[in-house]
């Protein structure tokens, strides 16, 4: 069966230091690969999106790679603020006319002042 | 734009009742999206809408659980009867008709079955 595995434990970090979040899936091909961002008592706000072809795409201070052979997105937060502790999630999208995303179950960040 | 509207925010019922969510997508917006997330299971598309007609309800559980649409503006999601197992938050969501379109979603509802 198709799973998705984001890294369970959840992640601290001091200030000004790099985040780095896994996504790991198997048995999928997806065509996308979304990540949001989820505070507590509120929906999930989309961040990026990467593309099966595309193997890094940045935004500001976040940069996600994609690396279909070893089935694994990496998402990276630089120069962390405690503003980025949050609940990170990812999404996968097989593409096409179907719409529904597969979710990882998310990875907690606090980033510590 | 308002965003996605859910309501209500916070519900809370009897075992046996019966509960009804609402969703307002944003306007344009031609997919509409009901989610149901726990603790344990994560984020889990109960079902989805194209242009107000129901395409994937594979993730609705059980006949207890129906979902409609009957105008671009408006969605409810019913259980009937509720059970304590229901209990979870709830999220509405929306977005646009090309593909690789991101989701947009609501504030959710926070539903206790007692």
């Known amino acids: 069966s198709q799973k998705i595995e984001q890294n369970s434990e959840a992640l601290n970090i001091q200030e000004g230091k790099t985040a780095t979040l896994t996504c790991n899936y198997t048995n999928y091909s997806p065509a996308y690969l979304q990540w949001y961002r989820q505070d507590p008592g509120r929906g999930p706000v989309f961040l990026l999106l990467i593309r099966e072809n595309e193997k890094e795409k940045r935004k500001e201070r976040l940069k996600v790679t994609f690396d279909t052979t070893l089935k694994q997105s990496l998402f990276h937060i630089t120069a962390s603020q405690p503003a980025d502790s949050a609940t990170y999630l990812c999404?996968?999208?097989?593409?096409?006319?179907?719409?529904?995303?597969?979710w990882g179950l998310g990875t907690s960040l606090a980033v510590n002042p | 734009d308002a965003g996605v509207i859910q309501s209500p925010r916070h519900e809370v019922t009897e075992m046996g009742q019966e509960v009804t969510l609402r969703c307002k997508p944003i306007?344009?917006?031609?997919?509409l999206f009901w989610y149901r997330q726990t603790m344990m299971r994560g984020l889990e598309l109960l079902i989805y809408f194209n242009n107000n007609v129901p395409i994937d309800d594979s993730g609705m559980p059980e006949d207890r659980f129906s979902a409609k649409m009957p105008n671009a503006s408006f969605s409810t999601l019913k259980i009937q009867p509720s059970e304590p197992r229901d209990s979870a938050v709830y999220f509405c969501?929306?977005?646009?008709?090309?593909?690789?379109?991101?989701?947009?979603f609501g504030p959710g509802t926070r539903l206790l079955v007692l």
């Open positions: 969501a929306s977005s646009l008709p090309s593909s690789q379109e991101t989701q947009y």
């Open positions: 306007s344009g917006h031609d997919y």
């Open positions: 999404a996968l999208d097989k593409g096409g006319n179907n719409r529904k995303l597969i």
